[in-house]
């Protein structure tokens, strides 16, 4: 993607606040600003969506629920049934449906959440399984 020059203005307390951040993270202010503004555009459009992050990186998902990945996977399970999705994961059907918009808008990006997550469950039932075997042994 290209990227384009923008400039903007900000008190020195945001600034501060900007830098140290950055500096916690381990970025520059400026990848950091670009993708807090990225961030801050994704949940005005989409009210419900935050962004957290965890070991496996920084990802968006429900305001006091689970990511949107595991959201959107429960759904493709229940045939995309946004009803039975928030009666599985006992979520008002609001949020259920906030997810699913984002998923709309960000599918790739969410897929890509999906399979990696799949990759590790996989991952994580063959250790389970060859361990088991060895113990049955």
């Known amino acids: 993607m290209a990227r384009e020059h923008l400039s903007i203005r900000v008190d020195a307390a945001t600034k501060d606040e900007l830098e140290r951040e950055a500096s916690r993270r381990g970025t520059t202010r400026t990848t950091l600003a670009e993708s807090l503004l990225r961030e801050g555009i994704r949940a005005a459009a989409h009210p419900g969506i935050t962004f957290r992050d965890g070991p496996a990186g920084r990802r968006p998902g429900l305001t006091g629920g689970p990511d949107v990945w595991e959201v959107v996977r429960v759904w493709m399970d229940e045939d ?3 009803g039975a999705t928030a009666a599985t994961l006992g979520l008002p059907s609001g ?3 906030a997810a699913i918009d984002y998923y709309g808008q ?3 990006e969410v897929d890509r959440w999906i399979e ?10 063959a250790v389970w399984l060859r361990r088991r075997a060895v113990r049955s042994e």
């Open 80 to 82: 995309r049934d946004s």
């Open 95 to 97: 949020l259920v449906e």
């Open 106 to 108: 960000y599918r790739e």
């Open 116 to 125: 990696r997550n799949d990759a590790l469950a996989a991952e994580a039932e």
